[in-house]
């Protein structure tokens, strides 16, 4: 079945740019998600990127699709404590919530 | 984005009992999503919650151990019934994002069972 995989820890310094990676298998996914989990709250929707993109920027967030790949990637500029959290890669062939598959989170930790 | 307030935030349970889960909504909204989140894992879909009909539940989950109520288009709420130590995890309760894309989550149930 389809598969999102990304690494469980990252270590950053303050200041710094983060980059999250997120590997998925469905070739026929259409929207990949970034959400952030901070300690005892809810997942947040970042951002999202439709499979005919390669890249969008928002701010401090620049997501990165390779859809060759099927890599999908979060930079982070300017890494701030605030920053620390659980960050999940997730991604659907639609909107429909039953086909939405998460990766098991890459948890960013700041150091000084 | 909607607000979601869900509670209890965490709860401690003996085995064998069950607990009820509330999610409420600060918009109407037609579906309402219920997740669980294991120990070190990703989110799982458990169930989809409609208005007006009974809910819709992903495989490996049933209405006898996960019973929903949806009773209006700003309320849900997700019993764990029967409770062994393998239901702990966090219970999430999701809707759409405004956009279509994406949906906004709850801060999560952490459930404790001893």
């Known amino acids: 079945g389809e598969d999102v995989e990304q690494s469980l820890f990252l270590s950053v310094r303050e200041g710094d740019s983060s980059v999250i990676n997120c590997t998925y298998t469905?070739?026929?996914?259409?929207?990949l998600y970034w959400y952030k989990q901070e300690p005892g709250a809810g997942l947040q929707l970042l951002t999202y990127i439709f499979s005919n993109m390669d890249m969008k920027q928002d701010q401090r967030l620049t997501v990165l699709l390779n859809k060759k790949d099927k890599h999908l990637s979060l930079r982070i500029a300017d890494t701030q404590t605030g920053d620390s959290a659980i960050y999940f890669c997730a991604e659907s062939r639609d909107s429909s919530a039953s086909k939405i598959i998460f990766g098991s989170g890459t948890r960013l930790s700041i150091r000084p | 984005s909607a607000v979601i307030s869900q509670k209890p935030s965490r709860d401690i349970c003996q085995r064998g009992t069950s607990l009820t889960i509330q999610c409420q909504v600060d918009s109407q909204v037609t579906m309402m999503f219920w997740y669980r989140q294991q120990p070190g894992q990703s989110l799982t879909l458990i169930a989809t919650a409609n208005q007006g009909s009974e809910a819709t539940y992903e495989s490996g989950f049933v209405i006898d151990k996960f019973p929903i109520s949806r009773p209006n288009l700003t309320f849900s709420t997700l019993t764990v019934s029967n409770m062994s130590p393998e239901d702990s995890s966090i219970y999430l309760c999701?809707?759409?994002?405004?956009?279509?894309?994406?949906?906004?989550f709850g801060s999560g149930t952490r459930l404790t069972v001893v």
């Open positions: 469905d070739s026929s996914s259409t929207y």
């Open positions: 999701s809707v759409e994002e405004p956009t279509g894309y994406g949906y906004t």
